[in-house]
């Protein structure tokens, strides 16, 4: 029993010592718990402080919706960072 003791002791230090490393480690990879995010939220454009965030279908640059550059295709607008992207997403297409 006494032989024991030491192992016993180094085996709850080590594991003490695994746990306070993988703690630090995954501060960053933590999910928030509590209330669901509502459906805006959990939308895949992206939202900033200047404006609504829109993906230029060529580059998929992310720009302002308000300085984008705009072209009607049907029911949809597409956005795009340069007339340059505009011009080759249509000769693309």
């Known amino acids: 029993m006494v032989r024991l003791l030491p192992w016993i002791l180094e085996a709850i230090v080590l594991f ?6 993988l703690q630090t480690l995954g501060r ?14 959990q ?3 992206p939202e900033r402080l200047g404006g609504t965030l829109v993906r230029d279908p060529h580059c998929g640059t992310y720009i302002l919706e308000s300085t984008a550059l705009q072209v009607r295709a049907g ?3 597409l956005h795009f960072c340069s007339a ?3 011009d080759a997403y249509r000769q693309r297409a």
């Open 16 to 21: 003490f010592v695994i746990r306070m490393v």
């Open 43 to 45: 939308s895949h454009v």
């Open 75 to 77: 029911h949809e607008t």
């Open 84 to 86: 340059a992207c505009r």
């Open 28 to 41: 960053g990879r933590r999910v928030q718990r509590g209330k669901p995010r509502s459906p805006e939220a």
